[in-house]
């Protein structure tokens, strides 16, 4: 949405990913061998003091995003942002405690201190590192983002596809609908620029959250709706039992998903990037993105602010 895979890994986002930004340090000295040892001690011994004291990481997250967060069955957060949390909550030693926020409020409320961290979908892009506003003004300090996953941007209509949409190009003279405050919103915005200079303008509606996009395309009221790959995937597989909605067309733009940090915690951001590596290296990562089906999106390693 943020945001928001691919029948195998996608190299060249994979490349991105591992090239676009470095790879944390590792201690020196003394350091290096107690890490070598025990590479989860030594992470919890660089957590920072707030943290520690309290053992518990909080993090905001607007839980209506399934399947990358949501509320399960019991009410409690689900999905693969909460599964990752968790696991990385285990390796710090922390329990992870979850604020529930609008997707809009999410880096605001960061930056107001009321949680930690946040992780939800959030695309680790250049206006949110930047603090820039639509206009390439600065209105805030940005934020740094610990990437830990690829998405990119899909296409849902209707299931059987009745307006033979495939392309962005065949929007064009069409509606469309997206959640507000996203990557879709900024790849829409492109579109409709495109689309009135071919003479054929493109509506765009816009939602407070991506539910309320996707019931525009199943009344037929938009022609199509764009999600991350994820989001689409699980709402053609689930929705009316797979009836309601189908993925259309390839991919677009590519993009990590990223823990966003406020720029001033450097510590709690590099003990992150370390923890996220860690899960990666133990094998838990790829049997948490198997379970939600999402194994394509995989990357290979953390980096910190490696998005476009």
């Not at 509320?71 to 696991?87: L, Q, S, T, V």
């Not at 998405?151 to 190009?169: E, M």
Request: with cysteine; glycine share 10%.
């Amino acid at each position: 949405m943020h945001h928001r895979a691919h029948p195998r890994r996608p190299a060249a986002a994979a490349l991105s990913l591992a090239t676009a930004g470095a790879l944390l340090l590792t201690g020196c000295g003394g350091d290096e061998q107690a890490a070598a040892k025990d590479p989860v001690q030594e992470l919890r011994g660089r957590i920072p003091k707030a943290q520690h004291s309290a053992g518990v990481l909080r993090i905001g997250s607007d839980l209506n995003y399934a399947p990358v967060d949501f509320r399960g069955a019991d009410g409690k957060p689900d999905g693969i942002d909460p599964d990752i949390a968790n696991a990385v909550g285990k390796i710090l030693g922390l329990r992870i405690e979850t604020v529930d926020t609008p997707f809009e409020k999410l880096i605001p409320n960061l930056h107001a201190k009321q949680f930690d961290v946040a992780m939800s979908g959030l695309s680790d892009i250049r206006q949110r590192r930047e603090g820039l506003d639509d206009a390439g003004k600065q209105t805030t300090p940005g934020v740094d983002f610990v990437d830990y996953f690829i998405a990119g941007t899909s296409i849902v209509v209707q299931k059987g596809n009745p307006k033979g949409v495939r392309t962005l190009d065949d929007l064009c003279g069409r509606v469309v609908a997206v959640q507000q405050n996203t990557t879709q919103d900024e790849i829409v915005a492109r579109q409709v620029l495109a689309c009135s200079r071919g003479g054929k303008p493109l509506t765009v509606h816009k939602f407070d959250s991506d539910a309320k996009a996707l019931a525009e395309v199943a009344s037929g009221a938009a022609a199509a709706g764009l999600n991350d790959f994820p989001v689409a995937a699980y709402a053609a597989k689930t929705a009316d039992g797979g009836s309601r909605f189908e993925v259309t067309g390839a991919q677009s733009k590519s993009n990590p998903y990223g823990i966003a940090v406020r720029k001033e915690d450097t510590e709690l951001r590099d003990v992150l990037a370390k923890a996220v590596d860690q899960l990666i290296r133990s094998g838990e990562y790829d049997k948490i993105l198997a379970k939600w089906n999402v194994a394509a999106g995989a990357a290979q390693n953390a980096v910190v602010n490696g998005g476009i």
